[in-house]
């Protein structure tokens, strides 16, 4: 289990990562979110000894990182796929990562294979695309078979394809009972991978839990059609609920239950010609969630940023 | 097999990492080259010219045949720095960390693939610019040195060593600045502009000063002649050693508080 205890990192003069307290479980696929600047890949390298922390602390299993008797076989991270020399073939690289924690060489051969880069094992890794840098990194941190994997932003700028190969690996990782930790920040990844979340907004535990939970703790919205959708909507802004209408005959009401919504128009003898329940996107509750502290607004989200 | 991860491995990787890339095999074929055929072209300009002048002129035969050391130091000094430089520009420092967090240990098996492949390049490469130095002296008939000499044999030798020690010195600068321009543009200023400067100033300033810095002691090591304001060999290495280990544990202790 990795622990992070009041953990803290302060550049200059912003702070990274702010008294963030968690456990991360074995065995199950936890997501790690939080909008860019949120402080994901600097915990991420607090918890590989990379950097030190202000205050607080990070161990795996009760120990420091540096104190792993052979890291690349407890802990497997991919931080970021370019960080290896472009000029060694993926092959070499491999070998000598290997050669630092004992690893037999046959190993490396059984980990490109498992991410399918056997073929160009002898190719300069700096002229791989980004899916294969990706899937390279990832060879990397499957090279020690360990039990935990950390994986800082494993999706960005993959194609769909990739993604999907990525995902379905992670769950497959996850159901072998290794600890698997995914930073993100994009919301709609992780739903379809992650079993918990931790979300994170300029460097603070926002919230931790279940991803399901995380969904129905949503208030949603209402979407409802009547003839007398004036009638109604005055109705319900008395009721203290927030009125929006789309057109003549139809409103959404925010913050309400579609219990709430027809028991106000029974009482009001109206009509309705429809009711639906409008369910909270995860990406919506995480843009709630998130509001506060997103670090640089504007076109975010729209696109998969590529850092 | 060892229990845990060791110097020993780790030396083996960075063993593996080394002569896996291109850029190392490159940069020793340019050392080579350099060395043994500068060493050469120089011997074989200068032993004409003497011929040519009949004698006249004092004639030093080791200086000649090694003069390629003189560009082989910005070379080494260039290896020494990348080792480390080229681990913060592509950031693989990172992923070298986090495989091996050692990080003296890292730092040590780093320097102990440099300094045993320079040692046995170095010194395989100044005995074989000596040779040809010394088959061209001979062929003009003008003074030559012998290794069975004891100053000659230490002159040469200690061509190698030289060369090594002031990798280090690159090798430390990288570790500290982190940056390949930044550790080149100090290595040179120390070894090739500071002593010309020094030079400008009167001699009663300059001269104290001159017989410390590394360009002079390398240069002292490798000379048979010796002028009055220069250490003898043997201190010349001693101190050049200790500027080496000096600047690497400096860069050590950095290394260790620094994020990576
Ligand atoms: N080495 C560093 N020096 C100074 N500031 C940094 C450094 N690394 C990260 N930061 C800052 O810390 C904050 C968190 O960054 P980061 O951990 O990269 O966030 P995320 O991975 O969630 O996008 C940002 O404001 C970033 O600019
Ligand atoms: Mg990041």
Redesign the interface.
Known sequence: MIQLKNLTKRYDNVVAVNDLTVDIQPGVVTGFLGPNGSGKSTTM?MI?????PTSGSVTIDGKN??D?????RE?G?L??A????????AR??L???A????IPKKRVDEVLDIVGLSKVARKRAGDFSLGMGQRLGIA?ALLGDPQILLFDEPVNGLDPEGIRWVREFFRGLASEGRTVFVSSHLMSEMALTADDVIVIGRGKLIRQGKITDLTESAVGSVLVRSPQADALGAALRQAGFQVTADNETSLTIGGATSEQVGDVAHENNIALHELTPQRASLEDVFMELTADSVEYSGSQHTTEETK | ?????SLA??T???W??FR????SIYSLITLISLTVGLGALITFAIAKHYADRGGDLTYDPIASSLAGLFFAQFVVGVMGAIVMT?EYA??????????????TEFIISKVVVLVVTLLIVGEAMVFVSYFIGHMIEASYNVPTASLSNAATWRAVSFGGVELVLLSLLGFGLGLLLRRTAAAIAVFVVVLLVAPILLNILPSSWGEPILRWMPSNLSQGMISLTRDAHTFGPWNCLIILALYAIGLVSLGIVFFN?R??
């Open positions: 390298r590989l000894g990379l950097d030190r990182y540096a792993l008797k052979f890291p690349l802990v991270a931080i970021d370019k960080a290896l020399h472009p000029g060694r073939s070499n690289h070998l000598s990562l050669a630092t924690n004992n990397g | 097999m060892s229990s845990s991860i491995s780790s083996k990787a960075e593996i990492k896996s890339l291109r850029s080229g592509t950031t693989s420092i990172r992923t070298s960390l986090a495989a091996f967090p050692r990080r508080r994020d990576a």
